[in-house]
């Protein structure tokens, strides 16, 4: 296996650490406010490399971290005059609902900041008697030009940071701009005790303290948006290596961001997607679909053209499934070498999970079989064959086969259809066609009636 891993700028063949064990950690929601379609696209691509890792195999130990104290938090809870932790419980509950609709696999542990606050003051606590951070009147820093590898994973460079930060008109008492925070003293009414006083922790030091009691301060995978590399991750590298003196993580996966019309998503741009309000007219399983068809690294463009073409494929895919499902006891001689596309599959997969390639071979076995359906050439073995491999490939994909059964409403119109069409009752049988296809589905005549849900 092999992932492009951002902190060497390049491919590297992946080994976990100990034996068959992959401690993997991904930077989870900060909990003020509904998950959007950004947060969706990255807990997606995480979920396909996690499951493809077990495919193949591995044992995984996943950790996604909950955010549950922050500045965010603390402004949209004064907003709505609601305390903060309750405003935090309702998106958490939220984000787990939204996992589930997903077809997320839960993780080993989702820690919440607000219970690891002990884990953090004894992280800072290192940090300080190592002479890495210092106290202020207003909060304990990271001193930054005390790590000497600083910058390397996002590439910034310490020398040209710090050049000139003594600015007397930054509100923090730091020494350096660029210096960042371990613990907020703060002044307001949502406050924590600590050896420093009331405040609140800093966003960066939760990941280390949080991903190092549960995965040991040298674990296998870290993975998040790329517009995490700086400054969170590369902050949670330097006061975790600071503390303990050792790598903290080996491999760095970052995924693509996710635009809505070429542009980066935000309210302000009235462009901006709330999972929920996605999925009252599309389905979570279309959604895996569309995340496959980019690769995890690559940005994704939600636009229009974009998510047509993606449609007609898929339901493309939903038809030679349905097909394969519904026709059964062909009476074909002609196999396919199901071997070869195996191969192909997996090794797009193994090589930095190029799902892309990945898709397009998956589609040309899918038409191999289909046109060969069609001839009526097809195989029985060879149609049992292709379905049980594609069921193994959808235990980590959720996309290939219908999430749920086709409703007893549907069959029973195609039911009614046929009879008309068997009296030559062809006007009233096309009518209920366009009322099924009303209700979502799609009919193919062959040998039998074939139907398959459709994404419009």
Same mark, same amino acid.
């Given at each position: 296996?092999?992932?492009?891993?951002?902190?060497?700028?390049?491919?590297?063949?992946?080994?976990?650490?100990?034996?068959?064990?992959?401690?993997?950690?991904?930077?989870?929601?900060?909990?003020?406010?509904?998950?959007?379609?950004?947060?969706?696209?990255?807990?997606?691509?995480?979920?396909?490399?996690?499951?493809?890792?077990?495919?193949?195999?591995?044992?995984?130990?996943?950790?996604?971290?909950?955010?549950?104290?922050?500045?965010?938090?603390?402004?949209?809870?004064?907003?709505?005059?609601?305390?903060?932790?309750?405003?935090?419980?309702?998106?958490?509950?939220?984000?787990?609902?939204?996992?589930?609709?997903?077809?997320?696999?839960?993780?080993?542990?989702?820690?919440?900041?607000?219970?690891?606050?002990?884990?953090?003051?004894?992280?800072?606590?290192?940090?300080?008697?190592?002479?890495?951070?210092?106290?202020?009147?207003?909060?304990?820093?990271?001193?930054?030009?005390?790590?000497?590898?600083?910058?390397?994973?996002?590439?910034?460079?310490?020398?040209?940071?710090?050049?000139?930060?003594?600015?007397?008109?930054?509100?923090?008492?730091?020494?350096?701009?660029?210096?960042?925070?371990?613990?907020?003293?703060?002044?307001?009414?949502?406050?924590?005790?600590?050896?420093?006083?009331?405040?609140?922790?800093?966003?960066?030091?939760?990941?280390?303290?949080?991903?190092?009691?549960?995965?040991?301060?040298?674990?296998?995978?870290?993975?998040?948006?790329?517009?995490?590399?700086?400054?969170?991750?590369?902050?949670?590298?330097?006061?975790?290596?600071?503390?303990?003196?050792?790598?903290?993580?080996?491999?760095?996966?970052?995924?693509?961001?996710?635009?809505?019309?070429?542009? /980066?998503?935000?309210?302000? @741009?009235? *462009?901006?997607? !709330? &999972?929920?309000?996605?999925?009252? #007219?599309?389905?979570?399983? $279309? +959604?895996?679909?569309?995340?496959?068809?980019?690769?995890?690294?690559?940005?994704?463009?939600?636009?229009?053209?974009?998510?047509?073409?993606?449609?007609?494929?898929?339901?493309?895919?939903?038809?030679?499934?349905?097909?394969?499902?519904?026709?059964?006891?062909?009476?074909?001689?002609?196999?396919?070498?199901?071997?070869?596309?195996?191969?192909?599959?997996?090794?797009?997969?193994?090589?930095?999970?190029?799902?892309?390639?990945?898709?397009?071979?998956?589609?040309?076995?899918? /038409?191999?079989?289909?046109? @060969?359906? *069609?001839?009526? !050439? &097809?195989?029985?073995?060879?149609? #049992?064959?292709?379905?049980? $491999? +594609?069921?193994?490939?959808?235990?980590?994909?959720?996309?290939?086969?219908?999430?749920?059964?086709?409703?007893?409403?549907?069959?029973?119109?195609?039911?009614?259809?046929?009879?008309?069409?068997?009296?030559?009752?062809?006007?009233?049988?096309?009518?209920?066609?366009?009322?099924?296809?009303?209700?979502?589905?799609?009919?193919?005549?062959?040998?039998?009636?074939?139907?398959?849900?459709?994404?419009?």
């Amino acid at each position: 296996m092999l992932f492009y891993n951002s902190l060497t700028r390049k491919k590297e063949r992946f080994k976990p650490i100990k034996d068959n064990l992959v401690r993997m950690y991904v930077c989870g929601p900060t909990v003020y406010g509904p998950s959007h379609l950004g947060h969706a696209v990255t807990y997606i691509r995480f979920d396909f490399i996690r499951r493809f890792l077990e495919f193949l195999g591995y044992k995984v130990k996943f950790v996604m971290n909950i955010t549950d104290i922050h500045d965010d938090i603390l402004k949209k809870a004064r907003e709505l005059k609601i305390p903060p932790q309750k405003l935090a419980n309702k998106y958490t509950q939220e984000f787990f609902k939204d996992l589930e609709s997903l077809k997320i696999k839960k993780a080993f542990k989702y820690p919440r900041v607000s219970e690891h606050l002990k884990e953090i003051i004894e992280l800072i606590k290192i940090l300080l008697k190592k002479g890495f951070a210092y106290e202020t009147n207003d909060g304990v820093y990271f001193d930054i030009s005390k790590f000497k590898n600083y910058g390397k994973l996002s590439g910034i460079k310490l020398e040209k940071e710090i050049t000139g930060t003594r600015v007397k008109t930054d509100k923090y008492e730091k020494e350096e701009v660029s210096d960042f925070a371990l613990w907020k003293k703060e002044n307001d009414e949502w406050l924590f005790d600590s050896p420093w006083g009331k405040g609140r922790p800093g966003w960066h030091i939760e990941c280390s303290a949080m991903s190092i009691k549960y995965l040991g301060i040298h674990f296998d995978l870290h993975g998040g948006a790329l517009d995490l590399i700086f400054p969170h991750h590369e902050n949670e590298i330097a006061q975790s290596e600071a503390a303990h003196n050792k790598k903290f993580v080996n491999f760095y996966l970052h995924s693509g961001l996710l635009y809505v019309n070429g542009q /980066k998503m935000s309210k302000s @741009l009235g *462009n901006y997607i !709330e &999972l929920k309000d996605y999925l009252k #007219k599309n389905s979570a399983a $279309f +959604l895996r679909f569309f995340v496959f068809l980019h690769h995890y690294r690559s940005p994704i463009d939600f636009n229009e053209k974009n998510l047509e073409e993606a449609k007609n494929s898929f339901n493309s895919l939903r038809e030679k499934i349905a097909k394969l499902i519904q026709i059964k006891n062909l009476k074909g001689k002609k196999e396919i070498k199901l071997k070869t596309y195996k191969v192909k599959i997996l090794k797009a997969l193994e090589d930095d999970f190029n799902s892309p390639l990945a898709l397009s071979f998956i589609f040309s076995l899918l /038409k191999e079989a289909d046109d @060969l359906l *069609n001839k009526n !050439e &097809l195989s029985e073995n060879s149609r #049992k064959e292709v379905l049980s $491999f +594609l069921k193994s490939l959808d235990k980590f994909l959720f996309f290939i086969f219908p999430w749920e059964s086709i409703p007893l409403k549907i069959k029973n119109l195609v039911k009614k259809r046929e009879k008309l069409r068997k009296n030559k009752k062809f006007n009233e049988a096309d009518k209920i066609r366009e009322k099924i296809k009303d209700l979502g589905y799609s009919l193919i005549d062959l040998q039998k009636t074939v139907v398959y849900k459709i994404e419009t």
